[in-house]
């Protein structure tokens, strides 16, 4: 079945830049997508890609798509004390209908942003 | 901006109880889902809803869950008798169409069963 993984923390200065990887086993996964969680609050959607694009650039946030070696990378430009939460990488497959909306999620990465 | 929102974002219960999870969508949306997150583990898929029929469930969402939309605005998940491990927080979600991929998630229900 698919897997999403991430790794569990990464600390980061603020006004550097920060780097958050995934990998997914899933080789028919259509869409992927980035989530934030802030303290005590839902499912922020931050960003998705298209399987068949290798970069999407929204403001301070990069996507990377490594289709070949299935790694997704997210990419926070002069990271701020107010990026400091949980960020989740899923997947979704290329199935249509409601196969769309089902997310499988890596299990979080915690970002801290130190001052 | 349009959101999911859920309701209550507490609930306390005894095990064995019945609970009901509620869930208001975004208004033009058509497919619904609900989903868990154990403390500590991965958000996991629970089951999707769409036409006022379940479409997808996973083997999480067995005879103890149900779903339903009552009206034309909740979306609710019932636990007809809670166990331990259904501790956890759920959210819900919603989505426009099925060729719309983004799906928008409500701030989550944090059930504690005792």
């Known amino acids: 079945g698919e897997d999403v993984e991430q790794s569990l923390f990464l600390s980061v200065r603020e006004g550097d830049s920060s780097v958050i990887n995934c990998t997914y086993t899933?080789?028919?996964?259509?869409?992927l997508y980035w989530y934030k969680q802030e303290p005590g609050a839902g499912l922020q959607l931050l960003t998705y890609i298209f399987s068949n694009m290798d970069m999407k650039q929204d403001q301070r946030l990069t996507v990377l798509l490594n289709k070949k070696d299935k790694h997704l990378s997210l990419r926070i430009a002069d990271t701020q004390t107010g990026d400091s939460a949980i960020y989740f990488c899923?997947?979704?497959?290329?199935?249509?209908?409601?196969?769309?909306?089902?997310?499988?999620f890596g299990q979080g990465t915690i970002l801290t942003v130190h001052p | 901006e349009p959101e999911v929102t859920q309701t209550p974002s507490h609930q306390v219960t005894q095990m064995g109880q019945e609970v009901i999870l509620r869930c208001v969508p975004i208004s033009n949306h058509l497919y619904f889902y609900w989903y868990r997150q154990i403390l500590g583990q991965k958000v996991e898929f629970l089951v999707s809803?769409?036409?006022?029929?379940?479409?997808?469930k996973s083997e999480i969402f067995d005879d103890q869950f149900s779903v339903e939309r009552p009206d034309g605005s909740n979306f609710t998940l019932k636990i007809r008798s809670t166990k331990l491990e259904d501790s956890a927080m759920y959210f819900c979600?919603?989505?426009?169409?099925?060729?719309?991929?983004?799906?928008?998630f409500g701030q989550g229900t944090r059930l504690t069963v005792v």
């Open positions: 979600a919603s989505r426009w169409t099925g060729l719309w991929p983004e799906a928008f």
């Open positions: 899923a997947e979704s497959r290329n199935a249509g209908g409601t196969s769309y909306g089902k997310l499988t």
């Open positions: 809803f769409y036409n006022n029929e379940i479409s997808e």
């Open positions: 899933d080789s028919s996964s259509t869409y």
